[in-house]
């Protein structure tokens, strides 16, 4: 089994800059690859970042390409999700999920945080 818990989101201005955190518990998850994925009201769930947890490689949709990063601290068992130059339409619900293979698709992700609330103002 794996765990993950979110935290960092919040409210910001158009322009403005959150840190997204998931803390990974379990035994086996640094063999995982972490996923970042948001859902906006209405809309599906949909791919932002992942990141292969054993050699640190990254991928990334193209809607956040050079705005967004992901990164993940070994000693802290903490992924992260850097997004800078937020804009109204990254509003969604965040959520951070752990697969055992690198994938864009959510429902291939086994295990998913509980999400945290992305809201970016105009």
């Known amino acids: 089994q794996v765990q993950l818990v979110e935290s960092g989101g919040g409210l910001v201005q158009a322009g403005g800059s959150l840190s997204l955190s998931c803390a990974a518990s379990?035994?086996?998850?640094?063999?995982?690859?972490m996923g970042w994925f948001r859902q906006a009201p209405g809309k599906e769930r949909e791919f932002v970042a992942a990141?292969?947890?054993?050699?640190?490689?990254?991928y990334y949709a193209d809607s956040v390409k050079g705005r967004f990063t992901v990164s993940r601290d070994n000693a802290k068992n903490t992924v992260y999700l850097q997004m800078n130059s937020l804009q109204p339409e990254d509003t969604a619900v965040y959520y951070c999920?752990?697969?055992?293979?690198?994938?864009?698709?959510?429902?291939?992700?086994?295990?998913w945080g509980q999400g945290t609330q992305v809201t970016v103002s105009s």
């Open positions: 999920a752990a697969n055992n293979f690198f994938s864009i698709r959510a429902t291939e992700y086994d295990y």
């Open positions: 379990g035994r086996t998850f640094r063999r995982y690859a």
């Open positions: 990141i292969n947890w054993s050699d640190g490689s990254t």
